[in-house]
Nanobody, 126 residues
């Protein structure tokens, strides 16, 4: 069974940076798209960034120019580099694996993903 463990969250001042990691165990995920999502209490979980099994990336508009998603299949790890953080980026960040083997497009729908990690808290102070 695949287990995902996020890390790298924390408290940072506005304008600062964090690098989130998502380490997978249980099987290789090299043939699956991966996604980062975030959730604020009282709000729905939202897609942040995704990377296909081929390495193509996709971002929500609010992240462009600030966040970068990458993957290291040899390490079974996905990263989310977050720069120029804003207070509105405060949330619990989750990673997940696409349910579909070698999906040819990225999905922003959380229902397309499984094996959610426990999340890592990111807090950006103003």
């Amino acid at each position: 069974q695949v287990q995902l463990v996020e890390s790298g969250g924390g408290l940072v001042q506005a304008g600062g940076s964090l690098r989130l990691s998502c380490a997978a165990s249980g099987r290789s995920f090299g043939a699956y798209n991966m996604g980062w999502f975030r959730q604020v209490p009282g709000k729905e979980r939202e897609f942040v960034a995704g990377i296909t099994w081929r390495g193509n990336t996709a971002y929500r508009d609010f992240t462009k120019g600030r966040f970068t998603i990458s993957r290291d299949n040899a390490q079974n790890t996905v990263y989310l580099q977050m720069n120029s953080l804003k207070p509105e980026d405060t949330a619990v960040y989750y990673c997940a694996v696409d349910r579909t083997y070698r999906r040819t497009y990225y999905s922003t729908d959380g229902l397309s993903y499984e094996n959610w990690g426990q999340g890592t808290q990111v807090t950006v102070s103003s």
